[in-house]
């Protein structure tokens, strides 16, 4: 049987949030079998735990949020990202603050601390999710995302930004989990944003950790980070890290073809809800030790 996986020894993180400017020390600790991934506040008496799911995510401007008791976690997208991408089920994450820090703007730190902590594998089968039936949503500005039957874990992505960076580079990509590398070729890609907006989002209290180390910034002129991109398509590629650490809060990876354009954490999420309110479109599936997994998140290396 392919088994669940946590970590094996805890370990710490700190960093700035990229929202509230605040530093957060953050300690990661193997979680038991079933117990999916646990955010857990301990800033405040008594801590108080959010253990992930679609409908706890409750603000999707900009990044992606869960809240409880009148308390919130934000942009949890990319240590999510990361977590989905090493095929990790049980995980406890204690935080002091109200925002995972930003890192580097990629999900390629939280890989580096989640190889660093050791994978362990656990006693008990590991559910993917199979879709069964093509679910959509659609948003108000031309935007959709939709799920659809399919032996893998295929994301297609498309975006469409007015900007003459944007059409030097890939506006739409597919990537496909049961032939690429997460860690090599999505992990890595950073968050993105516009100078123009700089100004605006920080009256709004947003944006207050954001700088050039934690971010890609655009000006009028283009590029601001003097050594540029990583990727080509850097931009969508982001997009696709951002949608598997969105789609990740099911708790379970996904064994179908998730397409969407001009998506973002909003539209991830209703897609993750709408899925749970048709349960003939879905099923939990498991697979016998040396069954084709479709799905590459767990052929990483464990330690
Ligand atoms: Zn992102």
């Known amino acids: ?150 032996n893998g874990f295929r994301l297609t992505f498309s975006i469409d930004f007015s900007h003459p960076v944007f059409e030097e580079t890939a506006s739409s990509m597919t990537v496909d989990f049961s032939s690429t590398s997460y860690m090599r070729e999505v992990s890595r890609a950073r968050t993105f944003g516009f100078m123009k907006d700089v100004e605006y989002l920080r009256q709004n209290n947003l944006a207050l950790g954001g700088s050039l180390n934690n971010a890609i910034v655009i000006s009028d002129e283009g590029i601001m980070n003097e050594q540029g991109l990583r990727f080509d398509d850097e931009f969508v590629k982001h997009k696709i890290l951002d949608a598997v650490g969105d789609l990740y809060v099911l708790g379970h990876t996904i064994i179908g073809h998730y397409s969407a354009h001009k998506s973002g954490h909003a539209l991830n999420n209703q897609v993750l809800r709408k899925l749970q309110e048709m349960p003939d479109a879905w099923e939990y599936v498991t697979f016998e030790e040396g069954a084709e997994v479709p799905v590459n998140f767990i052929s990483s290396k464990v330690a």
């Open 1 to 150: 049987m392919f088994k669940q996986r946590t970590i094996k020894h805890p370990i710490k993180a700190e960093g700035l949030g990229l929202h509230n400017g605040q530093l957060a020390t953050m300690r990661l600790l193997p979680a038991p079998v079933d117990s999916g991934i646990v955010f857990k506040r301990i800033d405040v008496t008594p801590a108080v735990e959010f253990r992930v799911t679609p409908q706890l995510v409750g603000e999707t401007t900009l990044c992606t949020t869960l809240l409880q008791s009148g308390l919130k976690v934000a942009t949890i997208e990319h240590l999510m990202s990361a977590i989905a991408g090493l095929g990790i089920d049980n995980l406890l994450i204690e935080i002091d603050e109200a925002e995972i820090p930003i890192m580097d703007g990629s999900a390629d730190p939280f890989i580096f601390l989640l190889q660093s902590a050791g994978v362990q594998v656990q006693d008990a089968p590991k559910k993917f999710v199979r879709i069964l039936k093509p679910i959509e949503v659609k948003g108000p500005y031309d935007n959709w995302a939709k799920l659809e039957p399919m």
